[in-house]
């Protein structure tokens, strides 16, 4: 009986250790894999350049799904699809999985203009905070705004506006969500409050 315990711990410690190694070997990956994107996102995401948006703490499922489109061709890039055509979905996945367990970081921000500041906390609450919750830091469903820097904010939005990227080609957003951020975007534009908005985000610490 005694022998019988001893081999069951014995088997037991043996089969934890390989499943912790398998972890460890798991995350050794998805780092190598993410060490791409480094130098542009920044160490573990977190990014000092003014046009590459922070993408640790992202969420998995989003961050994924746009890695995918940028491979795809699905979303406009200028080196983002180039860069993703080397990976397959699961490899994107690991990706994705590891900037998502990493804390969002952000960079020292810029003052900004205090009136208008407030002007865009006021227009994020009436047309805004239905998708992009908690003053944008929020990150259930969409990226996270809060904290990200003006110009890549203001890229971004100049691409919706454009036509260059639409609501529509977003596979997790319902029509209703989708009706929703195209009155909010339009509404927006017709105050006048996309610069406000703007620097109201990129305020967030």
Same mark, same amino acid.
């Given at each position: 009986m005694r022998k019988s315990l001893t081999y069951a711990l014995a088997a037991g410690a043996l089969f934890g250790l390989m499943g912790t190694t398998a972890a460890h070997a798991s995350d050794a990956e998805a780092s190598m894999l993410a060490n #791409? *994107?480094? /130098? *542009?996102? $920044?160490p573990d995401g977190t990014s000092f350049g003014p046009a590459s948006p922070t993408i640790a703490g992202m969420n998995k499922l989003y961050l994924a799904e746009a890695l995918k489109s940028y491979r795809d061709g699905k979303r406009p890039s200028t080196i983002m699809g180039r860069i993703m055509k080397g990976y397959d979905d699961a490899e994107i996945e690991k990706i994705a999985g590891?900037?998502?367990? =990493?804390?969002?970081?952000r960079v020292a #921000?810029?003052? $900004? +203009?205090?009136?208008?500041?407030?002007? /865009?906390? =006021?227009? #994020? =609450? +009436?047309? *805004?905070? $239905? *998708?992009h919750e908690k003053d944008g830091y929020a990150n259930q469903d969409y990226p996270v705004l809060a904290g990200q820097m003006m110009p890549y904010l203001s890229n971004n939005l100049a691409d919706f506006e454009s036509g260059m990227?639409?609501? +529509?080609d977003n596979p997790n957003m319902s029509d209703k969500e989708k009706r929703k951020k195209k009155r909010a975007l339009s509404d927006l534009k017709e105050k006048g409050g996309v610069e406000a908005v703007l620097q109201f985000y990129a305020s967030r610490k």
């Amino acid at each position: 009986m005694r022998k019988s315990l001893t081999y069951a711990l014995a088997a037991g410690a043996l089969f934890g250790l390989m499943g912790t190694t398998a972890a460890h070997a798991s995350d050794a990956e998805a780092s190598m894999l993410a060490n #791409t *994107c480094n /130098g *542009c996102h $920044g160490p573990d995401g977190t990014s000092f350049g003014p046009a590459s948006p922070t993408i640790a703490g992202m969420n998995k499922l989003y961050l994924a799904e746009a890695l995918k489109s940028y491979r795809d061709g699905k979303r406009p890039s200028t080196i983002m699809g180039r860069i993703m055509k080397g990976y397959d979905d699961a490899e994107i996945e690991k990706i994705a999985g590891h900037f998502a367990s =990493k804390p969002f970081g952000r960079v020292a #921000t810029t003052g $900004g +203009d205090a009136a208008m500041i407030a002007q /865009g906390e =006021k227009l #994020t =609450k +009436d047309l *805004c905070e $239905g *998708c992009h919750e908690k003053d944008g830091y929020a990150n259930q469903d969409y990226p996270v705004l809060a904290g990200q820097m003006m110009p890549y904010l203001s890229n971004n939005l100049a691409d919706f506006e454009s036509g260059m990227r639409s609501i +529509d080609d977003n596979p997790n957003m319902s029509d209703k969500e989708k009706r929703k951020k195209k009155r909010a975007l339009s509404d927006l534009k017709e105050k006048g409050g996309v610069e406000a908005v703007l620097q109201f985000y990129a305020s967030r610490k």
